[in-house]
């Protein structure tokens, strides 16, 4: 409900060419106890005014010279940040009030001006525009309420990543910059591929934790510095299910595309990969992705059993292939991105990379 003093106080604008006309309304207004009363007689100012003071309610005569009451209405609505237009005209003939009321006016009144009629419409009027204002501050104060509530939420889910991620990374000390690496270049592949931003902001937040599962993997198997044994293989693929099964059934959107990325993102296009031997798109779109990155940081990082290699070899192992890794491994989609952008991979990597200068500065000593 809104209070008589709140209706008082309420800013009002008249726009009208005739002096005697405005003054006439002006006393009215405030006899009745109206504070806030401004006038005008150029009706080409009145948007301007208005966009300067947001009216509560503008009084508005129709038939002016130069720009009438229905070309002030046009331009005001251009300029009416609430999407509810404050005009109570003033007319003369009845064909005028219903064009008016076509063109957004929201009550009228005739001329001559009966005090009595004009004082209860605008009373009326007031009250519905503040009732309006008060249900527009407290639906953007609930707005803001739920951004809060939905970033507070995104920030647990972010630690509840992070968390997750920690616990891949503490057997091995390089495994720290892959992981911020992988997220960097996910997201960019995303980006690159034309994938929506939702889907590129949870591929650089939940590629991280593709390898949660190796920490069940033993360490002498993890680290070994030589080529792993068959059951020793077998042990460390177990890794992408186990990883799907410590992110799975989860809610949180990360979560879930973390579980997505830890089952198959050694999954590859011709059907070669594990752990289910999927084929081209039965592959999940992020595991694809991750996949590709994965194998570019893997190549250029020093690892137990390699050395890292430079940016040109990582790329021309990818695009042309080693026998170990071929390019039919890849989503051509995927691979014609990362082939045409490669320059991009090579700057996130010296960026976030530590692993990575040795080659660099070696030249192609390491190929």
């Known amino acids: 409900m809104i209070k008589k003093n709140e209706i008082l106080k309420s800013k009002i604008l008249i726009v009208d060419d005739d002096e005697d006309d405005v003054m006439l309304t002006k006393d009215i207004l405030t006899e009745a106890g109206y504070t806030s009363v401004d006038s005008t007689l ?32 046009e331009k005001l609505k251009t ?45 009326n009027m007031l009250e519905v525009r503040l009732l309006y204002k008060k249900l527009h501050e407290r639906n953007a104060a609930l707005e803001a309420s739920v951004r809060e509530r939905t970033a507070d939420l995104k920030q647990t889910y972010l630690e509840t990543v992070v968390a997750m991620t920690r616990a891949a990374e503490y057997k091995d000390e390089n ?4 992981l911020e690496r992988i997220g960097f270049f996910c997201k960019e592949t995303a980006n690159l591929l034309g994938c ?80 289910n ?13 991750m996949h590709l990155c994965d194998i570019y940081d893997a190549l ?34 995927v691979l014609d991105a990362f082939e045409r952008h490669s320059g991009r991979y090579r700057e996130l990597f010296s960026e976030f990379g530590k692993c990575g200068e040795i080659a660099e500065e070696s030249g192609k000593g390491n190929e």
């Open 42 to 73: 150029t009706p080409e100012v009145a948007p301007a005014l208005h966009a300067e003071t947001n009216y509560d309610l503008i009084l508005l005569d129709l038939l002016m010279p130069g720009m009438d009451g229905f070309a002030v209405m």
């Open 79 to 123: 300029v009416e940040t609430e999407g509810y237009l404050p005009v109570f005209v003033i007319t003369g003939g009845p064909d005028m009030k219903a064009r008016a009321l076509q063109a957004g006016a929201k009550d009228f009144v005739a001329k001559p001006v009966d005090p009595t009629e004009l004082l209860s419409r605008v009373h």
């Open 175 to 178: 495994t720290g910059d892959h």
């Open 196 to 275: 929506d931003a939702d889907f590129a902001d949870r591929m650089f937040f939940a590629s991280p934790m593709h390898d949660i599962g190796k920490i069940s993997v033993p360490d002498h198997i993890l680290l070994k510095p030589a080529a792993l044994t068959p059951d020793e293989w077998e042990i460390m693929k177990g890794h992408t299910t186990l990883g799907a099964k410590i992110l799975g059934n989860c809610r949180a959107p990360y979560l879930r595309t973390g579980a997505e990325i830890a089952q198959n993102h050694h999954e590859r296009w011709d059907g070669s990969g594990y752990p």
């Open 277 to 289: 031997g999927l084929i081209e798109t039965a592959i999940p779109l992020s595991a694809r992705i």
């Open 300 to 333: 250029r990082c020093k690892r137990p059993y390699k050395p890292p290699l430079a940016h040109e070899t990582a790329v021309e192992i990818i695009t042309k292939g080693d026998g170990r890794t071929m390019p039919g491994h890849f989503d051509p989609v």
